[in-house]
């Protein structure tokens, strides 16, 4: 216990303000919700530093608003002489603000430094945060110790230059703060202060030791439209947008480092924990790459015959809209419905391509949950996964590009089998109506193609060659629109 008995109004206060800062418009998974998820049978300041650990995303919220702005003054300044807003720390020498210089010491940052997203902006804001609205009721070591758990909360960090790690390195900086503000922490404190700020930490990516792939999947798909804009307005993001959100997400993952996730201090958690742990997290990465690679060929091959027929347009304008997006869905169909009756059995086409029947499973059927922006299946990587394998999906990984162009698009489109791609312009043209004709052309140009590497498809005749009303019977399409 804390032996702290703030008021009524000091807690409905406190609580309504972090509900507000987390149920904001781009809050998806940094929400209320895991606030709860993170503190179950945590310590009373882990659960404090916890509830305000997330209170300022300040790229996601679109900056502070004027609450944020007037509780956290005297701590930033947002400069916008370059045409983007920099975040710099103020004076901090020139403040008579305690807490301000101690949170500074503690996160090893300097006046008028420019804070950046992945560099502790948020993190230190939202600590500054707490210290201006817990300040008065906790005493100075219990303000000291939120300060050090939010900071653990940075997430994805190397050991130093002298090769220590996060927690070490956050334990040295708590040493010399005490000295430096007389705080009187006894080294057996300071210590169980860094365990406590590690194991925050780690609950705070604790998703990443899940066995459950789906659901690990389902978060990182809530962190999408929290980091792209676009994807917020639901049936308006275009191709490029989505791809854009892919890329980075792809790209993130494919350099992640498995061992910046967790971290340990002085034997917590135990050697053994942070071996599985490891396994866990290394299981997880490889999973998300493998299912983001195959959902970024299939949003590529939309993009292609976007900029091949016309230019970018809005995702629903070529696969047709969302099913819960209908009033009346009882003949509802869009190009994932068809394409998941078309969508090869990867069983009766094995000896062709290897793939992982998980991932196929999670592209096929879905995650666990649909997005506000996108369905919980991926019937266009699903159905290019089963045809290409694992093997396949990388090979045309190395091709995307962003933004495509003519001369890309049609590079990329080389690396996939004529027929799926044939399918696939067939299908789209049957939503996109004004780009019809040229969908059709493509769709054409592509059924009289043949690559005897890529998959078991007899050549066609060249002297009868497919024409446009050919094509869905010799796609072998099952139901037309």
């Not at 300044?77 to 103020?90: I, K, N, P, Q, Y």
């Not at 860094?194 to 999947?217: C, E, H, P, S």
């Not at 919980?376 to 694992?390: E, M, Q, R, W």
């Not at 162009?405 to 080389?414: N, P």
Request: contains cysteine; hydrophobic residues 40%; charged residues 25%.
């Amino acid at each position: 216990a804390l032996e702290v008995k703030p008021s009524n109004r000091d807690l409905e206060k406190w609580a309504c303000l972090i509900h507000e800062c987390m149920s904001g418009n781009g809050r998806n998974f940094h929400s209320v919700g895991h606030v709860f998820d993170i503190s179950v049978d945590a310590e009373p300041l882990q659960t404090l530093s916890a509830m305000f650990h997330d209170c300022i995303y300040y790229n996601v919220d679109g900056g502070l608003n004027f609450k944020m702005k007037e509780a956290l003054k005297g701590v930033i300044v947002e400069d916008m002489s370059c045409g983007t807003c920099a975040v710099r720390l103020v004076d901090v020498d020139a403040q008579d603000d305690n807490l301000l210089s101690i949170s500074v010491s503690i996160f090893g940052f300097k006046s008028h430094q420019t804070l950046l997203p992945f560099g502790g902006l948020n993190e230190f804001l939202s600590a500054m945060l707490a210290c201006r609205e817990l300040g008065n009721s906790l005493t100075l070591k219990q303000m000291v110790r939120i300060i050090v758990c939010i900071e653990a909360t940075i997430p994805f960090r190397k050991p130093n230059d002298q090769g220590k790690n996060v927690s070490e390195s956050l334990f040295d900086r708590l040493v010399l703060t005490n000295t430096k503000f007389d705080l009187e922490f006894t080294e057996e404190e300071a210590i169980y202060a860094i365990k406590m700020a590690t194991d925050l930490g780690n609950r705070d990516v604790g998703n990443f030791t899940t066995d459950d792939k789906a659901y690990f999947l389902d978060n990182t798909w809530k962190l999408l439209p929290e980091s792209n804009i676009p994807l917020r307005q639901t049936n308006i993001y275009t191709m490029f947008e989505y791809q854009l959100a892919l890329n980075k997400m792809e790209g993130f993952f494919n350099f992640l480092d498995p061992t910046t996730v967790y971290h340990s201090f002085r034997g917590l958690p135990p050697p053994e924990t942070m071996s599985f742990m490891k396994e866990r997290v290394e299981m997880n990465i490889g999973a998300a790459r493998c299912y983001l690679r195959a959902k970024l060929v299939g949003i590529a091959v939309l993009s292609s015959l976007a900029v091949m027929t016309g230019g970018d347009s809005p995702i629903a304008m070529f696969m047709g809209d969302l099913p819960d997006q209908v009033e009346d869905n009882s003949d509802f169909v869009n190009l994932g419905e068809i394409l998941n009756r078309e969508c090869p059995d990867p069983r009766r086409i094995g000896k062709y391509v290897e793939l992982d029947e998980e991932i196929f499973n999670l592209l096929h059927v879905g995650r666990k949950n649909a997005s506000k922006f996108d369905l919980k299946n991926s019937p266009l990587a699903a159905f290019l996964y089963a045809l290409i394998g694992d093997k396949g999906i990388e090979l045309s990984t190395k091709s995307v590009v962003y933004p495509m162009t003519v001369e890309s698009a049609r590079k990329f489109l080389q690396t996939l089998p004529p027929k799926a791609v044939a399918t696939i312009a067939y299908l789209c043209a049957q939503f996109a109506e004004t780009r019809s004709a040229e969908l059709m052309d493509i769709a054409v140009e592509y059924s009289n193609a043949y690559d005897s590497t890529r998959y078991d498809w007899p050549a066609p005749d060249s002297e009868n060659r497919l024409a446009p009303q050919d094509i869905r019977q010799k796609l072998n399409i099952s139901r037309s629109i």
